[in-house]
């Protein structure tokens, strides 16, 4: 138990309740690692064709999203050896303006670990999770969005 | 070809896909196998007509795995998880 | 007040105190920002010559490190000039092993923006900023320590 | 040269100086103006010995300004603030 309590963590979480960073952060810690990087991605207040972005719903398809993510996690490790924890909350359904849609974090022992592999995290998260995000404006209308990349 | 028909669990995870075809689930698809991705997706087609309103960038899953649409093949078993993936918009 | 409520924020604290990494972040929040970045040092369980590290001791030169501080934000913003807030909270006195000894965080619209900012900004803060740590040993013993870049 | 005596706040930010000279801060050191940034260092090391054990990576700041020990002159004024600064290690 004590060995699976100090090997890697691959932590994801779908949740419909506010993310709290502080939460994500402790699970990447660890007296070995020296760096935490964390990537907070928010409801940006938007205008689309005049029309005012109040929110976004999310949807994912939860059992392939949790598979994606632990290949996803393989994928950092094997490029960045040394990233010793990775954790990643990713909200659904309704997430208004201003609110942490996706917080994640990943520890290593030195920083430009961590900090590359965040990045290559929340652009694979992006690329490969199943999950969709719909803006809802102030009309009462809803257009599901594609990420650009 | 060795093709024969086979129950797949269909799955439309998006609600693009429930706000094209109004159902979120159809147990009881026949499908034959092995098939295309493009002749599987067709068929998909011909029962929700209004999934080519996705058109770009969609993408399949079988069994949780991504398979784009095209002439590569797909073996099916009885009961897997066929599911229909407009494009991504995580983060 | 409102102009200046609304406008890019710079802010640099030196505290003794444990640093909230939730504090730091609702201090960038911004809804015309999608994403912010954060990074979290820590003090590392380390060893050097069998001795084992309990601590870190941290100094400042005070008055100058808000300075360059000002300076460090003047280049990250005509670098990225979409970063919009900027926070910086450093600790100073004693930091026990696996506390956070600096968080940082930089919001952005969109994601590339901040995310290289924070790496240039801990290089920067690492670099310029006069703060000094000493570690401290189990042994009682403590050394002056220098960052490697 | 237009060189004067003057008094400047001489000051220890770190530890490392303090452990070295067994003070933080002096109030009323001389020192000629215009002076390159080596002598005025030259002229620490005469008032405090084991500043040499820094040498390494020092440098000093003048108001509050990073002046690396060398051929640069200084032109101080009263009452300005000199700090030497041993190699940092923030973060």
Known sequence: LAEKQNGPRDIFKLSCDWLSVQEVVDAVSSPSCGAISVFIGTTREDEADGKKVVGLEYEAYEPMAQSEFTKLCADIRARWPSVTHICVYHRLGWVKVGEASVVMAISSPHRHDSQQAIQNCISQLKANVPIWKKEVYNTQEASWKENAE | ?91
């Open chain 2, 1 to 91: 070809m060795n093709s024969h028909w086979l129950s797949c669990l269909l799955w439309f995870w998006s609600s693009f896909n429930v706000e094209l075809t109004g159902v979120k689930e159809e147990q009881t698809v026949a499908v034959p196998t092995p098939i295309s991705s493009l002749d599987l997706w067709t068929l998909l087609l011909q029962r929700h007509p209004r999934l080519c309103e996705l058109q770009d960038g969609v993408v399949l899953a079988v069994r949780q795995e991504y398979v784009a649409i095209g002439n590569q093949v797909v073996t099916l078993r009885d009961g897997d998880e066929v599911a229909v993936v407009p494009p991504l918009s995580g983060g």
